[in-house]
């Protein structure tokens, strides 16, 4: 995309105003060292931005989970910053840390993650149990209404389809409205139609309820969805793409060599 276009695309979604609700800055990550040293992340800076949907991509190993780990306070820089909001992650303890993830961030993962012998009710409340809140019954109400959970609230994991324990996880996320929702290749344990639908839902939260959302996907029609595409390879920034198609999305993709 030209600087041009660029810049078009970026008036047209309203990017340039947009509040940040995450920030890297010159952000590195090391895995091991000397001579098995892995640089995943080799200085990135990004913003998110709140109320927006952007999704990672980038070939195989070009340090997307990474960066969403980072920015999701669950794995530690090696250097360079990392904001939520306002706060800091790289300045904070193992504790305080523990609390930013349970009070303001919410996970969706490729694999579901339910716990097993609780019932689909169970799990959507655990995070706000865990951290001692009491649910907010219309905002409970309306989450399970629009993901369609009303008549499997009872059932356990094991007697949902795939789709329907993806929209539990969904459901889980957004339950304590956290100030960002990270999703890791949410739809890749379902089949297109269900995937789809999940898109849609995450789609409509970020529409219609301002949610922010960051997710990693390798697939361009999933990108589709989200209002920016972010792409990265050999852990820095190669791109980015407003109001994303499949087709434009392919093809930077291709011209990353994926
Ligand atoms: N825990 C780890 N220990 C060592 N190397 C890792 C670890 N996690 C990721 N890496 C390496 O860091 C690089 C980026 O990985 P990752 O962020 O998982 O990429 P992506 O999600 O884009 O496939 C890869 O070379 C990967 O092998
Ligand atoms: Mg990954």
Same mark, same amino acid.
């Given at each position: 995309?030209?600087? *041009?276009? /660029?810049?078009? @695309?970026?008036?047209?979604?309203?990017?340039?105003?947009?509040?940040?609700? &995450?920030?890297?800055?010159?952000?590195?990550?090391?895995? /091991?060292?000397?001579?098995?040293?892995?640089?995943?992340?080799?200085?990135?800076?990004?913003?998110? %931005?709140?109320?927006?949907?952007? &999704?990672?991509?980038?070939?195989?190993?070009?340090?997307?989970?990474?960066?969403? %780990?980072c920015?999701?306070?669950?794995? @530690?820089?090696?250097?360079?910053?990392?904001?939520? /909001?306002?706060?800091?992650?790289? @300045?904070?303890?193992?504790?305080q840390?523990?609390?930013?993830?349970?009070?303001?961030?919410? +996970?969706?993962?490729?694999?579901?993650?339910?716990?097993?012998?609780?019932?689909?009710?169970?799990?959507?409340?655990?995070?706000? *149990?865990?951290?001692?809140?009491?649910?907010?019954?219309?905002? !409970? #109400?309306?989450?399970? #209404?629009?993901?369609?959970?009303?008549?499997?609230?009872?059932?356990?994991?094991?007697?949902?389809?795939?789709?329907?324990?993806q929209?539990? &996880?969904?459901?889980?996320?957004?339950?304590?409205?956290?100030?960002?929702?990270?999703?890791?290749?949410?739809t890749?344990?379902?089949?297109?139609?269900?995937?789809?639908?999940?898109? /849609?839902?995450?789609?409509?939260?970020?529409? #219609?309820?301002?949610?922010?959302?960051?997710?990693?996907? %390798?697939?361009p029609?999933?990108?589709?969805?989200?209002?920016?595409?972010?792409?990265?390879?050999d852990? &820095?920034?190669?791109?980015?793409? +407003?109001?994303?198609?499949?087709?434009?999305?392919?093809?930077a993709?291709?011209? !990353?060599?994926?």
């Amino acid at each position: 995309m030209s600087t *041009e276009q /660029g810049l078009d @695309a970026r008036r047209a979604t309203g990017a340039h105003a947009a509040r940040v609700a &995450a920030r890297t800055v010159e952000l590195r990550k090391v895995y /091991g060292r000397g001579e098995a040293a892995v640089h995943a992340l080799a200085g990135v800076t990004l913003d998110i %931005h709140a109320g927006r949907f952007t &999704a990672i991509m980038g070939p195989s190993g070009s340090g997307k989970s990474t960066l969403m %780990h980072c920015l999701a306070g669950l794995d @530690a820089a090696t250097s360079g910053r990392v904001l939520l /909001g306002d706060t800091d992650l790289t @300045a904070l303890g193992d504790r305080q840390l523990t609390t930013v993830r349970r009070d303001r961030v919410g +996970f969706v993962f490729q694999a579901f993650n339910l716990l097993p012998q609780l019932t689909a009710l169970e799990n959507i409340l655990l995070p706000l *149990e865990l951290a001692g809140r009491r649910p907010d019954q219309p905002w !409970l #109400d309306q989450i399970v #209404d629009v993901l369609g959970l009303g008549q499997r609230l009872r059932h356990r994991p094991s007697e949902l389809s795939g789709g329907q324990q993806q929209r539990v &996880a969904v459901a889980r996320a957004l339950v304590t409205r956290p100030d960002v929702v990270f999703a890791d290749e949410p739809t890749g344990n379902l089949d297109s139609r269900s995937g789809n639908e999940l898109l /849609g839902f995450l789609r409509r939260s970020v529409h #219609d309820y301002g949610q922010t959302i960051v997710m990693v996907t %390798h697939d361009p029609v999933a990108a589709s969805y989200a209002d920016r595409v972010v792409l990265l390879a050999d852990g &820095a920034l190669a791109g980015e793409i +407003f109001r994303p198609t499949p087709d434009a999305v392919l093809d930077a993709l291709r011209r !990353l060599g994926v």
